[in-house]
């Protein structure tokens, strides 16, 4: 499988990387790729997806002006949504869309950052962001979006972030 296609989300795609997606590994909520389409048509993003031939492999978002506030307030753009379907796993897919997100990321900002659930659940993400040469940005955790302090009581579900950025050039 080393011959496919990262492209960019086209709006003939929207319908199939829906129900590619929902096939491969989880149903996202009704109208969420044609939302991301729209956003990328507004220049907010751009939604990169692998597919071998008609087959999705994964995708990501890499989202301009995100709503992390350190990011935001230091022009950081931030890859969001990395996503290999399950069949198709340790085969390089996320590298080569993270490859690409980084040369789009770095013909903008020097830097690119990311955000990693704590769940044990993103495990394999923590480990290939770690490798790939992201560190933490050295602020707070945060859960549902806001920094977490010492000694509060989180949950440990999707919403407990770590985030890092790597420096591209
Ligand atoms: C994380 C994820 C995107 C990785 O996709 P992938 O295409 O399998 O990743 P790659 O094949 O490019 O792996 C790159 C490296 O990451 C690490 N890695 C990937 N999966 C791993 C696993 N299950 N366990 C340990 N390390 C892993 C390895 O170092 C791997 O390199 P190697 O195979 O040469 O050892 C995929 O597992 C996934 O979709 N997980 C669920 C969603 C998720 O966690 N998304 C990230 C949100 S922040």
Redesign the pocket.
């Known amino acids: 499988m080393t011959q496919y296609d990262i492209d960019v989300l086209t709006p003939e795609r929207v319908d199939w990387i829906d129900r590619e997606f929902a096939a491969g590994?989880y149903a996202k909520r009704a109208g969420y790729f044609s939302a991301c389409l729209a956003a990328q048509l507004r220049g907010e993003l751009v939604l990169l997806l692998a597919r071998d031939d008609e087959a999705l492999?994964?995708y990501?978002k890499v989202v301009w002006e995100p709503d992390y506030p350190p990011f935001r307030a230091q022009g950081i753009p931030e890859?969001?949504?990395?996503?290999?379907?399950?069949s198709?796993?340790?085969?390089?897919?996320?590298?080569?869309?993270?490859d690409r997100a980084e040369h789009l990321i770095a013909t903008r900002n020097p830097v690119a950052g990311?955000?990693?659930?704590l769940h044990p659940?993103?495990?394999?993400?923590?480990?290939?962001?770690v490798?790939?040469g992201y560190v933490p940005d050295a602020l707070p955790i945060t859960y549902h979006d806001e920094p977490v302090t010492e000694y509060q009581a989180v949950i440990l579900d999707d919403d407990l972030v770590l985030h890092l950025t790597k420096q591209l050039r």
């Open positions: 590994f492999l994964g990501l890859v969001q949504d990395l996503n290999v379907v399950t198709a796993r340790r085969r390089g897919v996320a590298s080569r869309l993270m990311i955000g990693v659930g659940g993103y495990g394999a993400a923590q480990r290939m962001y490798l790939r």
